[in-house]
């Protein structure tokens, strides 16, 4: 977006990646960073044996289930150390990679409105986003005009929003107001 500044930018949602919500925030002065749900949960499932995984992504979802109203940091705080308290001997790294210090990332969500939460916990609509993308693109080999390009992928956009996002358009978060402070 060449010559267009940013106005400000409340609220990024990234995957787990270390360093950089840290990047963000220090780029983004008062931005809120959101880090994926969806890829910490499948991190730590990858660390747990096979009989223990469905006992432990129940527990995982109870502790990310923070989709009421009368979900607060502090519930979220508290399911969090039930569920380390639980499995901390059978599986110390995954009590520790709950524990590190950017954790508090992977709550962010609960300080919005419960009508979206669910669209900024996890990053996995724009990464669906990016796959329909990719397949109808990997099957044009070449396109006359950038213009085509950038129509074909206006137009899976178009449709990806009109089936996903319809109940959340992308406009509606303009003037959105957090239900509390992070």
Known sequence: MQGRGVEQVDLIVADGLKGL???AKATFQGVNFQCCVAHKMRNLLNKVRPKDKPAIAQDLKEV??????TSTLVHAQNKLGSFCKKWR?????????????NIL???TYIAYPTDIRRMIYTTN?????NRQIRKVTKTKVTFDKEENLLDLVFMVIKDFEGNNWQKYPVHAFKNLQKTQQI
Request: no cysteine.
């Open 21 to 23: 919500g840290d990047a």
């Open 89 to 101: 001997e059978i599986y110390p790294k995954v009590a520790k990679a709950l524990n590190e210090g």
């Open 105 to 107: 990332d992977y709550f």
């Open 125 to 129: 609509a724009i990464e669906n986003l």
């Open 64 to 69: 990310f289930n923070n989709f009421e109203t």
